[in-house]
């Protein structure tokens, strides 16, 4: 089997990310947040790639705070994604993490909105339906 476009860079043959489901309480109830990326015109969980040397956790609270500005509380492992981008497999595991009642959203070059949105109404506006089925087993 030959590739046609580029060959896969054995160091790179897996792109690894990692991010959060990001919950508050509030008087009304537990709400999740979901970022608007301008660049892909969506509604998603934050996260991103693993920088080397960094656990994966640490990515995903990195990631988190990059996209929302959130220093988030990191909480349980909540699951894991794989897909494709460019034929290039990627994974991404998801953590629980909590945001302090202070911190708030900074809009950044990736993200331009953040939303605090209850489950149900999340599992309506995310965009990718993987995101849908991780967001699914919070119930």
Partial sequence: M????KS???RRDVIEAAGGLLWRETAA???????HRPSHADWTLPKGKRDPGETWQETALREVREETGIK??????AGSLGYTVEGIPKVV???HMYAPKNDQFIVNDEVDD??????????ELVSY????GLLETCR
């Fill in 8 to 10: 896969l860079d054995p």
């Fill in 114 to 123: 953040l939303i605090w949105v209850p489950l149900e109404k999340a599992l």
């Fill in 29 to 35: 109830g537990r709400q999740v947040a979901l970022i």
């Fill in 2 to 5: 030959s590739l046609n476009k």
């Fill in 129 to 132: 339906t993987d995101e849908v």
């Fill in 72 to 77: 988030a509380q990191l909480g349980a492992f």
């Fill in 93 to 95: 595991l998801f953590w």
